[in-house]
Every structure is written in structure tokens, then in C-alpha cells.
């Protein structure tokens, strides 16, 4: 498993051990259910229902509505979140930790899996010049962690299940998003400790079950690195 590599080496073999004894053998999809064709291009490419694994996860995929930064619905009839098995393993991992620490809390997913044309597609539909598109959506071409089920965007919601302020909401493209800069801000008075303090909570949860920040983005969070992805998983076309 590819994890941090800042991570102390015991807590690696540890979650390592952990993602090892979760078994998904059993794990078919119900043959009664007639499946939309993206749900089923999910399923072909043997990704998991993350609620399969854990089902104390809440996925409201933005995508899958018209309300993000588009203003357009790219995921017609997907109403599930998949992810690589690995990266699903660490995400119920993540889910229990987060149940132990914090009683009722909750991740809530509302990115997973993306295939390449709904990558495609959100990428037609900024309509501005190539140069800037890539602010706001990875090119297509570059085959994203989403594009092989090993990137995941979320946030916590508390045990009334509401969303914990993180101080932008989903898909907010500018400094006050970025990690990076957190610090600053808040010495700006622009994020608060307590918005800082949730942030932290929420990485500090998902780093301990395996998984990668990026700087520009507080809800991003990658299974591995994209080499890694392209040589061990399938690309979800």
C-alpha cells in the first residue's frame, strides 16, 4: 500500500495489517438491480461501493446534482461512490477511527471515482481558454487519481448531521481552500481556530488510515501516487 511518506513506519505496517484483514471476496453487485451505465462502468472496473464497507459513510455526490461550480449534472443515474478496493479499505478505516475518536461524526463523500469521460466532460463545459481551465479541473489528457478510483473529496458531519465548518465550501477555487496558506490566514482573521482545528481533524483522520494531502485543496485527499496508480490500477474509462 502506498501511503505518506512523512508516516511513522509502525503506524504504515499497522493500517497495512488492518487493510489486509478486511475481505471483499463475497462482494457482488445484487443481480436483480438494473444499474445505470455509468454505475455499471464502475462495477466493470471492479471498484467498490464505499457504504459497502462501512456504511456509517454519507456520500451526496455534487456531481451527480447541479449543485457545484458547473452548475451541471455530469454523474446521470450514479447516486454511489466507488473507489479502488485499497483506497475503499482505507476509507472504512478511516470512518472507524473517525467513530472512535469522535462518537456520531461522520465522513461524507461528495466526490469518488470519476471516470475519464466525466472528466472529459467537465472539461468541455468551463467555458474558457485550455490555459486557465486547468485552475479549475485536471486536464483530461493527465488521467486524474478520480479517473482510477484512488481520490476521494470529503468533509465531516457532526452526530446532528451537520457539515463541519471548514471555511469554504466544496470546490471554492482560491487561497482560502488551500492548506498551504492556512496559517496565514488565520492570522488574517480570514479562517478562525476553529475552522483550522475541523480542517485538521479531518486530514489528521484521513492521514492515519493511509492517505495523501494536496496542497490546494482541503477536501482532496489521494489513496497513492499517480505513478503508482497508473502501474497497479485500471483506468476508468
Known sequence: MACNSGQDQKTVEDISIVIDQIHVENH???????????????ISANLLDVQWLNADIIVDLKYSTTDNFLNQKIYEGLSNA?????????????????????????????????????????????KMPAGEKGRFVSN???????????????????????????????????SLAQPKYEMYLLSQ????????????????TLIAAGFRTISSEWWHFNGCSREYAKSQYRLVE
Open 140 to 174: 483530461p489528457k493527465n488521467h486524474s487519481l478520480h479517473n482510477y478510483g484512488c481520490a476521494v473529496d470529503l468533509t465531516i458531519v457532526n452526530d446532528d448531521s451537520t457539515e463541519l465548518d471548514m471555511g469554504t465550501k466544496f470546490d471554492q477555487f482560491d
Open 82 to 126: 466507488y473507489l479502488e478496493e485499497k483506497t475503499a479499505k482505507m476509507l472504512a478505516v478511516a470512518q472507524y477511527r473517525l467513530s472512535q475518536t469522535n462518537p456520531g461524526y461522520k465522513l461524507k463523500i461528495w466526490d469518488a471515482a470519476r471516470p475519464v469521460s466525466c472528466q472529459q466532460l467537465m472539461w468541455n463545459v468551463l
Open 189 to 204: 482573521g480570514r479562517l478562525s481556530k476553529q475552522q483550522i482545528q475541523n480542517r485538521n481533524l479531518l486530514r489528521s
Open 28 to 42: 457482488a453487485p445484487d443481480s436483480t438491480v438494473v444499474f445505470s451505465a455509468l454505475e455499471s462502468k464502475m
